[in-house]
């Protein structure tokens, strides 16, 4: 299968990204109270309500949705604007993701990473690198957009 991104993107929201979607998608559904437990430094595991297990089984679902759709999305399209619109969106939502963190966590945890646990750096440190490599992929850093000679369809002139 082809897809329009270079190289470096490619493994990364391609591969990488998926993979650690459905990671997180497990760990949601099979141990919600972990997972939610998880999301912050320095939290006890304790029994959800029903209330709070769903929150953490649709968090799951929605990680189970985004990786559907990043692999639908990068390797079925053509267009070039449909890749850089896809990556526009997934970094407003990096960027609200990181603000909501942030905003519980407090300044003094999140910008501290030699306290964050595997979770914290899957929540702050993780986003924030598939931030920066979609603003790099979206300037160009990693090489042009553009498809590949495996998708470019040569069209017969009458």
Known sequence: MATLLPTVPY????????V????????AILDPEQFVA????????????PSNKLIAW?????????????IAILFA??????VKRYLVALLLGDIGHLTAVWWVMGSYEFFAPHRWSGFTWGNV???????????GTLVGLFGPIRPQPST??????K
């Open 77 to 82: 399209t053509t267009e070039v604007v449909v």
């Open 58 to 70: 649709q968090t799951g679902n929605l990680f189970g949705i985004m990786g559907m759709m990043g």
């Open 20 to 27: 650690s979607l459905v990671a997180g998608l497990a760990i």
């Open 152 to 157: 470019v369809v040569k069209v017969k002139s």
């Open 11 to 18: 493994w990364v929201f391609c591969v990488s990204e998926p």
């Open 125 to 135: 440190g993780i986003t924030a690198l598939l931030a920066l490599v979609r603003i």
């Open 38 to 49: 998880s999301q912050l430094p320095n939290t006890e595991l304790t029994q959800l309500s």
